[in-house]
């Protein structure tokens, strides 16, 4: 679709096609005025052939001519000129007997197959023609010719006709001529010989022509070599080998061309950088070829949503960038961010998935935002972040604001990454209690971040999805696990703990890190109750469901929490081995918001029951609450009623005042 104009060294436009530069176009010019000059040089080559080849033809018909009339003449000379016969015959005596004898005579000797003599008036005084040579010599020369003439014949059918050369010899002066003579002699021994030198010469000159033409197209092929080489290096340079799209490299010699931007208008521009949402699950779950063919379609998708004149590229991974041109206000920007969302939720994952595929956009303008394309690139990268915060599948158009919420994020990273190295990470212990007559029944873990400032703690709502964007979660994980099993061992025997895991960890081998915690803690395992969410069972249902039954088998209890949220599909309670149902604290909340919430949270406590499952309600803050779920049937409670999380140290006291 797009085009791009021949000042532009590369670049790739709408349609994925390439534009060549001046530096580019000079070197193919130079290319094809090689190529034009080896073809000519080969025409050259065989036009020289041929005309060597009627050269050599013809200059082998005069070389037997000229053969022919000094053969003829010193035949003449010897035979007619210098006997008494020839002077009986110009005299007009006619030929004696004699005469006739000699000159037939000396006719066969010397091979001559005819001759005839005419006087000077034209006449002919004598002949001599053997019956099969008759009409060979039958015509005198015009009075005006004065010098010797020369013919070839050609006598017989091809191939291999008889040469006969006829040449005319004048007697006398040119002043005073005394006659003629016209002999007719067999050339095919002359001939002989000239055709095989002819055939010598055309050989040698036919080989030389051949080794010439084979430089030639040696030479072409080298360069068509050469021409698919160059193509091959400048795909590889300038277009992304997987979507045909522009590289990151030709991308960003494009865009910074587009600076220093000259107010509005044709010359304003925007950039939308475009992030796949969990494609890293998909090449997980459904494979890289899955994968690949699922970045071949975004790009599709891409260029059937840009116009003509915008360039698309794959910045790697799946990592994509679109330039748009005339994007002369903040509007039209935002129209084509949207088209693309819009057009990528078209795909589908791939085999084995029923769900589609989206992305987030972040776009910045030049100028309104930036007026160059490190900004532009690092506000568009901001908005970006916005928009896979804000829950992805969405596009966000860059906002002055928004820079110090990255500043914000980039801290928060620093401060994650240094509390994984240094184990800064604090548990603090909320427990749970039953609803007949809340006895403490054990603690759940829940992971806190000092600020370094020291002014505050960092919620998980903040540092866990920042853990999980970083792949620090199953480091992380391991750390809090062995941690809580180590203060969960000094508690009284009947305690349990809770503990969560998060998705990441069940990819690096979660069996032997729970394992490895409880026997480095003497934690019994059955007092160990490992919470997961729905999210961990979307990716592979197989895999999950192996990992879970493993973990069953070491003697530890497995919760679904959050239960409630997303799909909460039914069919995955008794197909996983469940212990316990963790009601998410947002139903607890909206009791009083509905009825049918009341309906809902006794119908998910009768369900549990007949399941054979642990039941508790999460969030509870008040009386009336804990009176709701302990007469909906619930087994247990947590929230602020029951207790609030608490430092480790905390807990001994908090237990002898509850009288555990």
Known sequence: MARSGSDRPTETGGDGGTVRGPASSRREAGT???????????LFVVLTFIAICLWSILAAEEELKQTAELAAQRWAQAAIVDSDALDHLLAGDGATPADEVYLNTIARTADVLSFRIYNAEGEPVFSYT????????????????????????????????????????????????????????????????????LLGTLAITGLLVLIALANCFGVAFLLRRKKISDERIF???????????????????????????????????????????????????????????LLQSVATQLLSSVGENDV????????????????????????????????????????????????????????????????????????????????????????????????ARILLRTIVRDAVETGAFELHYQPICSTGDRTILGFEALARLPDPSGQRTIPPSDFIPVAETMGLMPRLGALLLNDACRTAVTWPAHLTLAVNLSPQQFGDNIVGTVADALATSGLSPH?????????????????????????????????????????????????????????????IASLDAADSVGVVLR???????????????????????????????????????????????????????RCC
Not at 346 to 374: E, F, R, Y
Not at 641 to 655: A, E, H, Q, S, V
């Open 603 to 657: 119908t998910i406590s009768a369900m549990s029951d007949a399941m054979a499952l642990t039941v508790v309600a999460e969030g509870v803050e008040t009386e009336a609450q804990h009176a709701f779920a302990k007469n909906a049937g619930y087994d247990a409670v947590q929230g602020y009623l029951c207790g609030r999380p608490m430092p480790r140290d905390d807990i001994p006291g908090f237990l002898a005042r």
């Open 312 to 407: 698309v590229a794959r910045l790697g991974g799946d990592e994509f960038a679109v330039l748009q041109r005339h994007a002369d206000t903040p509007g039209k920007a935002e129209t084509l961010a949207e088209r693309i969302v819009e057009s990528v939720r078209l795909i589908h994952k791939g085999t084995g998935s029923t769900g589609h595929v989206t992305v987030s956009v972040g776009t910045a303008l030049a100028p309104v935002h930036a007026d160059n394309l490190d900004d532009l690139t690092r506000f568009a990268d901001i908005a970006l972040y916005r928009a896979k915060n804000d829950g992805r599948d969405r596009s966000i158009l860059f906002a002055p604001g928004m820079e110090d919420e990255l500043n």
């Open 527 to 587: 007092r160990l109750e490992l919470e997961v969410t729905e999210s961990l069972l979307f990716a592979n249902e197989d895999v999950a469901m192996q990992q879970l039954n493993a973990l069953k088998a070491l003697g530890v209890r497995i919760a679904m929490d959050d239960f409630g949220t997303g799909y909460s599909s039914l069919s995955y309670l008794w197909r996983f081995p469940f212990d316990k149902l963790k009601v998410d604290r947002s139903f």
């Open 32 to 42: 094809r005025h090689v190529f034009a000059l080896n073809a000519v040089g080969g």
């Open 130 to 197: 053997p019956d099969d040579n008759d009409g060979l010599a039958e015509h005198a020369p015009a009075e005006s010719d004065t010098a010797a003439r020369v013919e070839i014949i050609r006598r017989g059918d091809a191939p291999g006709p008889t040469p006969i050369a006829r040449v005319w010899i004048p007697f006398g002066t040119v002043a005073d001529p005394a006659g003629s003579v016209i002999v007719t002699t067999d050339q095919s021994p002359n001939a002989a010989i000239y055709r095989e030198e």
């Open 235 to 293: 795909n590889l340079v300038h277009r992304d080998s997987l979507t045909g799209l522009s590289s990151r490299k030709n991308f960003q010699d494009t865009m910074s061309r587009c600076f220093p931007v000259e107010g509005g208008g044709i010359h304003a521009v925007a950039l939308h950088l475009v992030d796949v949402d969990g494609f890293k699950s998909v090449n997980d779950t459904l494979g890289h070829p899955v994968g690949d063919r």
